[in-house]
């Protein structure tokens, strides 16, 4: 069956993204967002340098991010690759801080269906709470929608009771309307958080992309009565840009969806800029970023 | 799988408000004749106010038909040099005016905003920017009309009477002003009754750009001082921007005698969605179509029409986005809604929405919390509306949108022209020679494809039938202002 798309205007979206980044955002707003988009933060580790000793002090600052600032609320997650799952998991233990794991073949997803599959089952048997997986790029960019989505149904299985993010991996996709559709097969196949990026391509939350998905989010929520949520990963590095991706959220989704359960955001550097500007609300003067600990 | 929600932060926008403290308002503005600020004739002033506290900002004198005799003498003696000065000459002024109004746009958006009841996003976004951009446009052109009007000689006519209306202050005397310069003429403007400020301080600014005395006048008043502007002997020419009611009065005075005459009218512009349309971008189309500047737009799209099968889905989704429209103080950065002009104006909305509803059509308004003070109307949206209702035929100039549903595309285009009117229309569709196609056979002067309320001083502006003639902006905008000799 040949593949229908809903329609996107590209130069609708930017301009409707472009108005919501204008929002002013001030005083209490500024503070509380901050504290918001914390505790929405996916604190992410993906190199291949990645140690167990790197691993524990990110995990340490995700449940603690200012010792300083006890208002500051831990993040929602630790997202590392799977083979640091169980060294996460351990240094998280009680917390109240999600283990979240990449999986089947991350970033590019260039592997079999049953690698993916062992690549997710061994996560989750790591004690991974929440799996990222990517869809595979080559299928759908194929027009081979069907394969997309039972992947994603087979992965899904396979996480038992993690909690199933698909990444759309939307800077290779081309499009708006890929974005959208791409959101629905997603959403179609079972996903419970719909994320944009794996942070390796080159861009990746883009306000546009963000806008897309949070309108195809509220479109099938409201036909199926299912919650989705959302996860903007890649290029959310500065106060400013995810407190922009908030407004996004806020003012498309509303209220009920500026909550770590239906929203993340994936980051590896902003929580520094966050703590920094946090400071500001309270100092009036710019922190150095010497005062906060890199991880 | 649920996760337990640890932290319930709620979040919601701190009052953003743009700080007044830089605007440097005088208590009390004379006219601006011949160069300065004078008194009037007979001592006449009126406060300006506040739209959204009622509170009146400062004292502006009205100009008697004296005063507008004098206007049009000052006027008439500058108008020899003005015309002989090499026309790079003119550019630079206009260019300078540009920039001026560039320094002080913040100040202007500020007053804008004050003396109108607009959002300061928009007077700071759209207005201002524009107002310089046409400026800048004509400057350009001061040099080469030949090639805008394609004639080997061209003349001035001489003085040009302007009349702007309180929808755009500022960037409608811009729209009036800057094409007349560029060709050579003097001006003497008009501006509404209820927004004078940013014309008089764009006279400060002319002042400040050492623009000859005369070359630009202004005078405020109300509808007497702008007949007294149309009757007065020795103006060359009327340029209107306002109701179809005035701009008939007008073209009936004028029957008769040597003066050219351009109008810019009322609207009841089609806003056409079809199917195949990107939908939620269509949704903030027609959001901006019809809330841009609390529908005080003579172009808004106003006569929404939705294709019948997907009119349930576009209906829910526009309804969903206009919960969300923030409606309250303008001069709040957040704020999409501001207030509504005028009293006046107020009680037009509230009876033009009672018929609707007496007539049968069903009315939802946003629920939303208003300023006590003030003149306010939320959004609103009317359904089941047949295209007799007075609400789909005549101008409300507020924040309502009436929709109409249609079958066809032929039914669609048949529907958007049957109206007195035509300003303005909208398109949606995703299909390149559909919207063509419908482009061609609507009778609207400016027709959007995939967008709305887009405006660019490149493009020309005006309406068809009771809409008005002229065309304003781009090189069409020159001919309404020079006499073609060869």
Known sequence: ?295 | MTIESRTSIVWEYAPAPESADHVRLKDRYGLFIDGDFREPAQARYMPSINPATEEPIAEVAWAGPDDVNRAVASARAAHPGWAALPALERSKYLFRIARLIQERARELAVVETLDGGKPLRESRDVDIPLAAAHFFHYAGWADKLRYGVNAREVAPLGVVGQIVPWNFPLLMAAWKLAPALACGNTAILKPAETTPLTALLLAEICREAELPAGVVTILPGDGATGAALVRAPGVDKIAFTGSTAVGRDIQAALAGRDTRLTLELGGKSANIVFEDAALDQAVEGIVNGIFFNQGHVCCAGSRLLIQESVLDEVIAKLWRRMGLLRIGDPLDKNTDVGAINSAEQLQRIETLVAAGEEEGALRRTVACELPERGYWFAPTLFTDVSPAHRIAVEEIFGPVVSVLSFRTQAEAIEKANNSRYGLAAGIWTDKGAKAFEVASALKAGVVWQNTYNHFDPTAAFGGYKESGFGREGGPGGLRPYLRVLS
């Not at chain 1, 993906?46 to 200012?66: N, S």
């Not at chain 1, 407004?247 to 770590?260: A, C, N, S």
């Open chain 1, 1 to 295: 069956m040949s593949r229908r798309l809903a329609h996107v205007d590209r130069v609708g979206v930017e301009e409707r993204a472009a108005q919501l980044g204008g929002r002013s955002i001030k005083t209490s707003a500024k503070q509380q967002g901050i504290r918001l988009a914390v505790s929405v933060l996916d604190l992410t580790t993906l190199e291949g340098a990645d140690t167990a000793g790197k691993v524990r002090h990110l995990c340490a600052k995700a449940v603690c991010p200012a010792p300083t600032m006890p208002e500051i609320p831990s993040v929602a997650a630790v997202c590392v690759y799977p083979a640091l799952v169980a060294v996460a998991r351990e240094a998280l233990n009680a917390t109240g801080v999600r283990t979240a794991s990449v999986a089947t073949g991350f970033p590019a997803g260039q592997i079999s269906l049953a690698a993916k599959l062992r690549d997710t089952e061994d996560a989750v048997a790591a004690g991974a709470d929440e799996i990222d997986m990517v869809i595979s790029r080559e299928a759908f960019l194929a027009g081979d929608d069907s394969r997309v989505q039972e992947e994603i149904v087979r992965v899904k299985d396979a996480c038992g009771d993690a909690h199933l993010k698909v990444i759309l991996e939307t800077a290779e996709l081309g499009s708006y309307d890929h974005v959208r559709h791409a959101s629905m097969l997603a959403m179609e196949a079972g996903a419970d958080f719909i994320k944009t990026s794996t942070g390796k391509a080159a861009s990746g939350a883009t306000p546009g992309v963000c806008l897309v998905m949070l309108e195809a989010i509220r479109d099938y929520v409201e036909r199926s009565g299912r919650v989705v949520g959302f996860k903007a990963a890649g290029g959310v590095s500065t106060s400013k840009a995810a407190l922009q991706r908030l407004v996004l959220v806020k003012e498309t989704l509303g209220d009920d969806w500026l909550t770590p359960d239906r929203l993340r955001m994936g980051a590896s550097s902003v929580l520094n800029d966050l703590l920094m500007q946090y400071s500001k609300t309270e100092t009036g003067r710019y922190g150095r970023s010497e005062d906060f600990s890199r991880e």
